[in-house]
């Protein structure tokens, strides 16, 4: 893995664009499906937080998963639901210390952030670059105060 | 007697020579049948009253060494029998009240009990059994010490040779050498499927993956049969010497016996003989001191017909569930804890030793081409004389149902004759030229099996039949797929109809299809041969049950809903007999008139029919 | 990788992969009842037979479930082949007379052009095809809290003694994976119940939402070594948590660039 997020918070307005945007990418059957992200309210007034899975070191998914359906994909380092794997037990949401494993309830699935393949659409449509997927190590993005 | 291990061949010849001289001390052996048909007739019973009869009576020239508890002797349906050898003198249906004479008049003034032998339906008395027709047309390799050795002492088993295969096997052939002895044989599996032993044995044997274990099959859950329990208990040692045979074959060192639930005195026997050979080294550890060892072990049966099945019975021993495993790989290749593992059936090893010691071609000469050797059966039913009965492969069902089965009893006619267990099929009449071996019977449409036979009369209605073994595989069926389960349970619900005059000859075209279906996609052997029963019956009996759908009745007699029960009113005498025996208060009438049954109130049980002397109640 | 003809299409597969996962990644419909990448396959709805042959068997067909048949070099075969079918129907037709209540199956038959079962129907049945998922799912999360018993046609699913199952922790896999949705559970307030046997959820003691039973997050942290303390607080509690402490740290970052 060479790529990984990089949040700036007090870029963050809020807008909720890349929420939709992964809305958008994990739709099912034509329509949008549960986004992983979300931007969160922070402890300050005006200030909101994208919140998605940071693909821990040694994640607390995959180890509650009694099943083995999360692992993670060598190529672009997500941990990864099988979901002919899972059996919706629930422990991953319950165990996520970031709440990063989602119930979708209206698909009945448990999902979680995946990285859109190597390409995540909420970085890419960040419009403040509050979010940004890039190298490790490459200079932090300027920050607009 | 302080035993020392036998640690050379020449040790085994020498014990062998001891144990020949202990027999020919006595001039005169008294066998006592304790097989289970025997037991069950009270030979327990018989062998305590000669234990006490012996000792009070102290008979010249005859010690109470000189009896013997054999296994089954063979001719069941005559038991409790008591043989005096060599004069092979036969005493039948021998009573606690009859010992005394026997001990008297028999072992005392070397004469005979007259009115204790055997006398054929054709009134001939003979003396010694081996002139009776039950006798004279078997030969037998299995069961070749059963009734002529004390059922579980190895210096008896030696003393006719036993485990001088084993050691002719280690000392003088290589594992090679023995599984080409046992190809050449053409042994093929006794306990149902008829595989080439041989073969099994060298695609075990090449594989690298070890430990490779060997099973012995002694679940036998055929209804009817006893073959295996009858070797089990009766000559337990040839079992444990062929599986030692087979696993020095294969590479083997543990072994498990895979013993019903139901047989506690196999259990017992094979326990004890597992032990016996232990302490003579013939079994154990460096096997008459060569580097040879091997273990065999005890398992008792999950008590389920579907645990005779080679994968359920593997999960089984291995302290799972006894389902069938629905995998494409061959329990050869992963088998007991998925290691290679070679799985035979009781009788497959009791044949293993002679072939060793008298050479595959001896063997392969006996039977039919494609089926060498011998077949046991547990001849049942409606024959004259039932019992344990070994012939060579090719022997006619003709010959074993009226040469050796003396035919039907009470000479009614002859309707069919059912091989093969609960999912094998029913043979009519005009396949009685049959030749009973592996490939012809299947052809026929039933099957070998593993041994059962049961023999029909005209009194035998197929329907019922069909009825009876589907119900029997519905109980029996592990319940894991979907065909088996619930296909096999519509089958036979689908045959209850029939039986009930309930079915239309769609019926008939939805059985068949259904039954191609369970065939194809079930998962385990008890569900692809499931259908037989109904299959093989349709397929020789197609007029009986369309009699049972067209014009609702069963010409047997025996299904109840289609029968009716009336009184011949010439043949009456009114004794009141049958009103007696009514329990459903279905017949009325005064003492010296004639009676009658009211229809509607008559459950068909049929107590009227059995008590009335003057044959006045007419089944229609 | 291995190479084989799935109705007329050539496919590569990889060498050990079942032929029904193949089989589905072509978008092909063979219904599958008992199948679960969770657990090792069953076949036990024998609903994936396909017919296989090779070239070299010589016109020979062999009929096999494609869920534990595992994929072979130069196998052809055809999941829609007339016997295939007709069995399938067949099957379809037995699980319906077994389950004629089942909304499932109903629709499952209905797929096959069947409305009504041509067998005898169960009288007061469960619904339950008995495909062994529930179990074989709660042996595999290491419970192993019920199993089947009996045989044949009686077959079914139960608890130890037909009591509440000791070793269940309520985590509804059971329930949730059930094909024909027959295990019964209820949730009220902060209790649940499953087999007859009671639970607590945890509530959230942030917002106050209900989470997984305390049994189980107990379970989880002792097989699976997590510290329980994860377990008290729900998802959305977790992220809220989260941002706090990320703007916390976006806080200080915002100071130290003033600084330099
Ligand atoms: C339902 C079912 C029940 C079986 N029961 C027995 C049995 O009771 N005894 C037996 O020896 N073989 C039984 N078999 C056959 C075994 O699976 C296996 O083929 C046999 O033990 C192999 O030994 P053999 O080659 O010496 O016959 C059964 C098979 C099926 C499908
Ligand atoms: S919900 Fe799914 S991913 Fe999470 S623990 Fe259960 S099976 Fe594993
Ligand atoms: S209860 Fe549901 S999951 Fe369990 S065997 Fe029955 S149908 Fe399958
Ligand atoms: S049991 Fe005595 S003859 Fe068979
Ligand atoms: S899915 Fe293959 S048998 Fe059920």
Known sequence: MTNRFVVTPNLCIGCRTCELACSFRHSVNGKPGQTRIFAVAGPMKEMWVPVTCLQCEDPACAKSCLVDAISRNEETGAMEIDQEKCVKCMACVAACPFGCSIHDQQHHMIVKCDLCGGEPACAQFCPTKALVYQPVGSAKPKVVA | ?620 | MVHLTIDGTRVQAKEGEMLLKVIKQLGIDVPSLCDHDAVEPFGACRLCLVEITKQSWDGWKKYVTSCLYPVEDGLIVNTQAEKVVEARKTLIDLQLARCPGSPEIQQLAADYGITQTSYEPKIDSDNCILCGLCTRICEHMGFAAISTVDRGPDRRIASPLDEPPPDCIGCLACAINCPTNVIPYTEKGNKRTIWDKEFELITCSKCGRKTITRDFARALSKMRDIPEAYFEVCDACHRAETATNMGRIAGWSRREEAAS
């Not at chain 2, 004390?150 to 050498?177: E, F, H, T, W």
């Not at chain 2, 040879?292 to 999960?315: D, N, P, Q, T």
């Not at chain 2, 392969?364 to 049942?380: C, P």
Request: aromatic content about 8%; some cysteine; glycine content about 10%.
């Open chain 2, 1 to 620: 007697m302080a035993i020392t291990k036998v640690a050379s061949p020449k040790d085994l010849d020498k014990l062998q020579k001891q144990c020949q001289t202990e027999q020919d001390k006595h001039k005169r052996k008294l066998m006592v049948c304790c097989g289970p048909g025997c037991l069950a007739n009270g030979a327990a019973e018989i062998v305590t009253e000669f234990k006490s009869q012996l000792k009070k009576k102290r008979i010249k020239g005859f010690s109470v060494e000189a009896m013997k508890e054999t296994g089954c002797h063979g001719f069941c349906e005559q038991g409790p029998l008591v043989v005096v050898e060599p004069q092979g003198t036969f005493y039948t249906r021998v009573k606690k009240k009859d010992v005394e004479r026997i001990v008297e008049e028999t072992l005392r003034n070397n004469k005979v009990v007259d009115d204790l032998l055997y006398t054929a339906p054709d009134e001939k008395t003979y003396r010694d059994y081996r002139e009776i027709p039950f006798y004279k047309h078997q030969k037998r390799i299995a069961l070749r010490n059963l009734g002529h050795i004390n059922q579980c002492d190895i210096r008896d088993y030696i003393a006719v040779g036993g485990y001088q295969a084993l050691a002719k096997a280690l000392n003088k052939m290589s594992p090679s050498k023995v599984i080409e002895e046992v190809k050449t044989s053409g042994l093929r599996g006794r306990g149902g499927g008829g595989f080439p032993a041989g073969r099994k044995w060298e695609s075990c044997a090449r594989l690298e993956e070890r430990p490779h274990y060997v099973i012995c099959n002694g679940d036998e859950g055929d209804p009817g049969a006893f073959m295996d329990r009858a070797i089990m208990e009766g000559d337990p040692h040839s079992v444990l010497e062929g599986m030692a045979i087979c696993a020095y074959a294969v590479d083997s060192s543990e072994g498990y016996i895979y013993v019903r639930e139901e047989y506690p005195l196999a259990v017992q026997f094979l326990q004890e003989a597992i032990r016996e050979a232990e302490e003579y080294g013939l079994l154990g550890d460096n096997i008459l001191g060569t580097d040879f060892s091997f273990h065999i072990k005890i398992s008792r049966g999950g008590g389920a017909f579907v645990c005779g099945e080679s994968s359920a019975l593997m999960k089984s021993v291995a302290g799972e569930v006894g389902e069938p495993r629905a995998k494409y790989i061959r329990s050869v290749q992963k088998g007991l804890y998925d290691r290679p593992t070679v799985l035979n059936n009781v009788e497959s090893y009791a044949n293993v030793p002679v072939i060793i010691d008298r050479g595959g071609k001896w063997f392969a000469k006996i039977g039919t081409e494609t089926s060498a050797g011998t077949k046991a059966f547990s001849l049942v039913g409606k024959v004259v004389n039932g019992g344990l009965i070994e012939v060579p492969m090719g022997t006619t069902l003709r010959e074993i149902v009226f040469d050796i089965g003396g035919g039907i009893r009470n000479d009614r006619p002859f309707k069919a004759v059912q091989t093969g267990g609960p999912s094998g099929g029913c043979l009519p009449d005009d396949k009685l030229d049959l030749s009973v071996d592996f490939d012809t019977l299947t052809k026929a449409g039933s099957m070998m099996g593993s041994g059962g036979m049961i023999v029909m009369d005209e009194g035998t209605c197929v329907v019922d039949v069909a009825k009876y073994f589907l119900k029997f595989l519905v109980d029996e069926s592990c319940g894991k797929c979907t065909p088996c389960r619930e296909g096999l349970y519509q089958l036979y619900l689908l045959a209850v109809k029939i039986s009930e005059g309930m079915a239309t000859e769609n019926d008939l075209d939805k059985m068949e299809q259904l039954s191609g279906v369970i065939i194809d996609a079930s998962l385990c052997g008890l569900g692809k041969s499931g259908p037989n029963p109904f299959l093989s019956t349709i397929r020789y009996f197609r007029d009986e049950y369309l009699t049972h759908i067209r014009d609702k009745r069963c010409p047997a007699g025996v299904c109840k809903a289609l029968i009716t029960y009336e009184v011949d009113a010439q043949a009456c005498d009114g004794c009141m007999a049958c009103i007696h025996a009514c329990a459903a208060n279905a017949i009325s009438g005064k003492k010296g008139e004639v009676h009658t049954i009211d229809q509607t109130k008559c459950d068909k049980c049929g107590a009227c029919f059995a008590v009335c002397n003057r044959h006045a109640i007419k089944v229609a």
